[in-house]
């Protein structure tokens, strides 16, 4: 009910002058009711027969003094009722700037909710907008970084390309370089003794005309002297020439061997041991290659081991490619078969 009151000041303003007002009226009538004097019965009856009569002076003055005093309540009546009107008007005036206050306040305490909220909105998105800004920075960042390292990867790789390929070149020079030699040597060799024979059949030659003359039995044995040392020197030169290509082909075995071993080093270095695997495990390997290196073919075979540590054995093998080089073309083969047989 008070809250009423306090949404509707006028109303309570309302009743409070009606409540004076009926105060006001109630009031003049009790001051008409003081005015007339009832007649008691009974003693005060007695009272008055028994008093000696007043002269009408006196009573005169008696009723314009009661009068007197009756109007003059009545106007402190009246007067009071004033007051109270007067006060319960103020009160009404000071609860309804209570109430305009207190809605004044209300309203400024809900503008400030207003703007605290936009404000708290607007840090809000200010900073999930600086939050996208700092992810995308990084996102391009973590872009940059990894565009990077491809680009160093593959310089990395075009360098060991290009250093395999000088190397490869290198060996082939040297490779070359020996072969010309040895060929140069074998050329030398062949010239001094077919110019050792040449002078040797010259001499037989001399000594057979020499002797010709004065021995013709010496000139057949001498003949056949001759036919005995040429038979030894073509002997002798196709002895040379085997040995020449004995040491060739052995030169050509240790060069093999050395490749092979080069293919079975780096197959072991690109080597990762799988779980489960056992010393002493080993799988054939059979590769077909081109003059590069590039395996164009792979098979595993004859494994001691297990599925996993056969897949292990292709895997070193694919991450070896490109192959070590032949070190000449002689010694190259494009079908390679080996045994590789993990060390440690």
């Not at 040297?174 to 010239?191: D, F, I, S």
Request: aromatic residues 4%; glycine residues 2%; contains cysteine.
């Amino acid at each position: 009910m008070w809250r009423e009151l306090q949404r509707h000041p006028w109303a309570l303003l309302a009743a409070i002058l009606l409540n004076v007002l009926v105060l006001i009226l109630f009031g003049i009538g009790l001051s008409r009711n003081h005015e007339i004097t009832p007649v008691s019965s009974g003693a005060p009856i007695q009272a008055a027969l028994m008093a000696p009569p007043k002269d009408d002076h006196a009573k005169a003055a008696e009723e314009a003094k009661a009068k007197a005093a009756a109007e003059a309540k009545h106007k402190a009546e009246v007067a009071a009722q004033a007051k109270a009107v007067a006060e319960a008007k103020q009160k009404a005036e000071v609860a309804a700037r209570a109430k305009a206050a207190a809605e004044a306040k209300q309203k400024a305490e809900a503008a400030a909710q207003a703007k605290a909220a936009a404000e708290a909105k607007h840090k809000a998105e200010a900073a999930a907008r600086a939050k996208a800004a700092a992810e995308a920075k990084q996102k391009a960042e973590a872009a940059a970084q990894a565009k990077a390292a491809a680009e160093a990867k593959h310089k990395a790789e075009a360098a060991a390309r290009a250093k395999a390929a000088a190397e490869a070149k290198h060996k082939a020079e040297v490779v070359a370089q020996a072969k010309a030699a040895a060929e140069a040597k074998h050329k030398a060799e062949a010239a001094a003794q077919a110019k050792a024979v040449a002078e040797a059949k010259q001499k037989a030659e001399a000594a057979a005309q020499a002797k010709a003359a004065a021995e013709a039995k010496r000139k057949a044995e001498e003949a056949a002297e001759k036919r005995r040392l040429q038979s030894q020197i073509a002997a002798e030169a196709a002895a040379l020439k085997r040995q020449q290509m004995a040491a060739v082909a052995a030169r050509n075995h240790r060069l093999q061997n050395s490749w092979l071993a080069a293919i079975r080093s780096r197959v072991q270095n690109n080597w990762l041991i799988p779980p489960g695997y056992q010393p002493g495990q080993s799988c054939r390997v059979m590769v077909q290659q081109d003059p590069a290196g590039y395996i164009l073919s792979l098979q595993i075979s004859d494994c001691t081991g297990d599925e996993l540590f056969k897949r292990s054995v292709e895997s070193a093998v694919k991450r070896s490619e490109p192959l070590p080089l032949a070190p000449n073309p002689s010694v190259f083969q494009r079908t390679l078969i080996f045994d590789f047989k993990p060390q440690g």
